[in-house]
């Protein structure tokens, strides 16, 4: 008998496993180069998440961002979990984000802990 899967679910679970991968991977550089600090859930000021529309391209909104706002400064892009791209912006680049129809939302940062799994130590 042979399986057969519905591609929507396979492609969503490959969403869920590269955002998974990118989040350990982001949070393990983090960590290396010392840059958390704080309690699970606090905010990290002026840093924040851009989630690009389906069928945008996230490098235009870059492109836009940065002719606008010198303060700019993208510090991650996403391309296998989600179309968008990390980065440290002043409050008024984030309303600017906000009104383009690329941009599905804009979200602040925030502080995420994992704990280690019992038995290791």
Same mark, same amino acid.
């Given at each position: 008998?042979?399986?057969?899967?519905?591609?929507?679910?396979?492609?969503?679970?490959?969403?869920?496993?590269?955002?998974?991968?990118?989040?350990?991977?982001? $949070? *393990?550089?983090? &960590?290396?180069? =010392?840059?958390? +600090?704080?309690?699970?859930?606090?905010?990290?000021?002026? /840093? $924040? *998440?851009?989630? &690009?529309?389906? =069928?945008?391209? +996230?490098?235009?909104?870059?492109?836009?961002?940065?002719? /606008?706002?010198?303060?700019?400064?993208?510090?991650?892009?996403? +391309?296998?979990?989600?179309?968008?791209?990390?980065?440290?912006?002043?409050?008024?680049?984030?309303?600017?984000?906000?009104?383009?129809?690329?941009?599905?939302?804009?979200?602040?940062?925030?502080?995420?802990?994992?704990?280690?799994?019992?038995?290791?130590?």
């Amino acid at each position: 008998m042979e399986l057969q899967h519905d591609r929507s679910s396979v492609s969503i679970m490959r969403s869920i496993v590269s955002c998974s991968w990118i989040f350990i991977v982001v $949070y *393990i550089a983090t &960590v290396m180069a =010392g840059e958390i +600090s704080g309690k699970a859930g606090d905010p990290i000021e002026g /840093s $924040y *998440i851009v989630k &690009v529309k389906s =069928g945008f391209n +996230s490098e235009d909104v870059i492109t836009k961002l940065s002719e /606008s706002f010198s303060a700019a400064k993208v510090t991650r892009r996403y +391309s296998a979990a989600l179309n968008g791209f990390a980065a440290d912006l002043p409050k008024e680049a984030v309303t600017f984000l906000e009104g383009l129809e690329a941009v599905e939302y804009v979200e602040q940062d925030q502080v995420m802990t994992i704990q280690k799994p019992m038995g290791i130590s």
